[in-house]
């Protein structure tokens, strides 16, 4: 029981979380708390086969699709708090509300007794008792479930499945195509210019500089210059100026070491 | 151990999921909230299968997990179609049959 009150809390805690977290990857985290505790609350309640089977199936398969989907989804695809229909949110918090109150004073006027335990049916162990009635009482529903399986693969390799439109690309096309841009818009033939590789520098973040000192805008990742994150040609020569002492006009290019 | 705490938390917790996908806009937020109530029931169970002294609740809710992982899954690949041709993963913006 101890188990329980301290889990419990934590439990409703996520669960709430659930409905508040404005990113998707966060749901999904707490979702995994939520799923867990429950896995210790089976535990607890001498179901170790289900324990066991709540970590592998829904921890460690269920999530893991939910996040790889999130992944593909783009992880930035947060909630719109726009309200389609005037007065949703407020009316289904009220029923759910009024659902989540009818539940637990129905539950609170049914006596449920003592609980018998499950010390004579999990006689032999949990698994041997969970597989003796699976396999005699419940064998029927057992097989029907490899249809249901298979079913739902086919189905999520049809929903996958997408039909090519167009011819494959081969890379003489593709390189047909450069020459062809090269032709119409001047674009450079060529792969991108890579970073700089400087004597105190050699990060991704570095751009090259080009011949008259300037940085060669193509050599550094699109995303670093969104984020800002990319060191300019100047304050390299900075940094060297204040390494060696020197105070030399001509940086920059002066001290590149082979731009790879 | 008593019963009731146990099923007054599944209760909680399928209310949430309840409220959850009353409120929330993206799919794959609706679609864990499923999950959380199918987790709520599955705990009811298990604990009714103690109450009672035999495992047919265990079953039932190995059943249910069987029946959720066969769900996830078709259910997250029409949420990867609709995101492809749509480019949104909000279901506000399936609303074609609506018109």
């Not at chain 1, 249809?147 to 690309?169: D, F, S």
């Amino acid at each position: 029981m101890i188990a329980f009150w301290i889990l419990a809390p934590i439990m409703v805690a996520a669960a709430l979380g659930l409905l508040f977290a404005r990113k998707a990857v966060h749901a999904a985290l707490l979702l995994a708390v939520v799923m867990i505790s429950l896995a210790i609350l089976y535990a607890v309640q001498d179901a170790p086969f289900l324990f066991a089977v709540q970590i592998i199936v829904y921890t460690g398969a269920i999530l893991m699709l939910f996040l790889f989907v999130l992944m593909l989804v783009g992880v930035d695809s947060s909630d719109s708090v726009v309200e389609t229909i005037k007065g949703q949110r407020v009316a289904s918090i009220l029923v759910g509300l009024g659902f989540g109150l009818l539940l637990v004073i129905g539950i609170a006027q049914v006596s449920f007794g003592t609980a018998v335990g499950l010390d004579g049916a999990n006689d032999g162990g949990n698994v041997p008792a969970v597989a003796r009635v699976l396999f005699t009482r419940y064998v029927f529903a057992f097989e029907v479930t490899s249809a249901l399986l298979i079913t739902a693969a086919l189905g999520a390799m049809v929903l996958a499945h997408r039909e090519r439109l167009t011819p494959k690309l081969t890379q003489g096309d593709l390189a047909a195509q450069r020459m062809r841009d090269y032709a119409a818009s001047g674009k450079h033939p060529g792969p991108l210019p890579p970073p700089g590789v400087f004597a105190r520098h050699n990060a991704v973040d570095t751009p090259a500089l080009l011949p008259d000192g300037t940085a060669a805008p193509g050599s550094i990742s699109r995303v670093l210059a969104a984020r800002g994150t990319v060191k300019s040609a100047p304050e390299i020569a900075d940094d060297i100026k204040a390494l060696t002492g020197e105070d030399s006009t001509s940086t920059g290019a002066a001290h590149t070491e082979g731009e790879a | 151990m008593e019963v009731a705490p146990f099923i007054v938390l599944s209760a909680i917790l399928f209310t949430i999921g309840c409220v959850g996908v009353l409120t929330r806009r993206n799919a794959i937020v609706v679609f864990m909230c499923i999950e959380l109530m199918l987790n709520a029931s599955n705990l009811a169970l298990i604990t009714f299968s103690r109450a009672n002294g035999n495992l047919e609740g265990q079953i039932a809710a190995f059943f249910v997990m069987v029946v959720a992982a066969a769900e996830v899954v078709v259910g997250l690949a029409i949420i990867m179609t609709i995101f492809r041709t749509r480019r949104s993963a909000s279901v506000d913006d399936a609303s074609l049959l609506k018109y």
